[in-house]
């Protein structure tokens, strides 16, 4: 399995927020990219991505890490010295309005690299709470190939009713499997609150297209409480205020161990 972690998004509500505050308190973060922001997670600190490769890892599945980036293409490959398996893809855009979007990325590394196989798919400026255990989703994905290889598996959370015409909607069968999914309803259009997870999901090789066209099999592995993504400077704080408190809690924020 190949995962690919997205990473070209240009931050630029986090930037206005970080060159508007007047603290002078996280002047510092200026011009790094979201998935490049280090926060703590039982002791360690290192970037958002840092803390994916590492779980990555540690599930035994993943052996080749393709990130996608643009404008922060150098700080990117100074970042994957560290790390054999990470290759940096870059699709050449230098501004937001020029961006080509999650699944043109993932068709741009899959061409480039000749890639083959299945795609553990991440977005960058994203971590997981303690619900969530990375090696317990990709060996559910593995047990799902093994009853239909044309399976997929995508990850959803609950919204709030306000979220609902931000994110793309899912609304899911009894046995958990899509057969709808609606791009920002208002509250009237849709009962759901599954929002669509376009930060972890596995497709097999053939199905890069899915976020537009889930009409082949799709599977939900879990619905998560929340999760924490970076999208400005409040969120970025509240993620790092949030790990940071697991580091009081007793267990020691354990489920980290089974990611």
């Not at 309005?97 to 480039?112: F, I, S, W």
């Not at 979220?163 to 208002?186: A, F, N, Q, R, W």
């Not at 376009?198 to 097999?204: P, S």
Request: aromatic share 10%; hydrophobic share 40%.
């Amino acid at each position: 399995m190949k995962a690919v972690i997205l990473a070209t998004c240009y931050g630029t509500r986090l930037q206005r927020d970080i060159e508007n505050d007047t603290t002078g308190n996280f002047k510092h973060l200026g011009g790094i990219a979201k998935p490049l922001l280090y926060v703590v997670i039982v002791f360690h600190t290192c970037a958002l991505i840092t803390h994916w490769v590492q779980s990555l890892a540690k599930t035994g599945c993943v052996d080749t890490v393709y990130v996608t980036n643009d404008l922060y293409h150098e700080a990117f490959q100074q970042w994957a010295q560290e790390f054999p398996n990470v290759k940096i893809i870059n699709d050449g855009t230098r501004r937001n309005e020029d961006r080509h979007g999650a699944v043109a990325c993932l068709q741009l590394t899959v061409k480039l690299c000749s890639v083959d196989d299945h795609l553990l798919v991440i977005g960058g400026d994203t971590l997981f709470k303690e619900d969530f255990s990375l090696r317990k989703f990709t060996e559910r994905f593995f047990e799902v190939q093994n009853k239909d290889k044309e399976s997929n598996l995508l990850l959803s959370y609950q919204c709030n009713d306000e979220e609902t015409s931000i994110y793309g909607i899912l609304e899911l069968d009894e046995d958990l499997k899509v057969h709808c999914m609606k791009e920002k309803p208002l509250l009237s259009e849709t009962s759901s609150r599954n929002a669509l997870c376009f930060l972890l999901y596995c497709l097999i090789q053939d199905d890069i297209s899915i976020l537009f066209v889930l009409n082949i099999r799709v599977n939900i592995f879990n619905v998560l409480s929340s999760l924490c993504s970076v999208l400005d400077l409040p969120s970025y704080i509240e993620c790092d205020k949030y790990f940071k408190d697991q580091l009081q809690n007793p267990c020691l924020f354990k489920c980290s161990s089974n990611m």
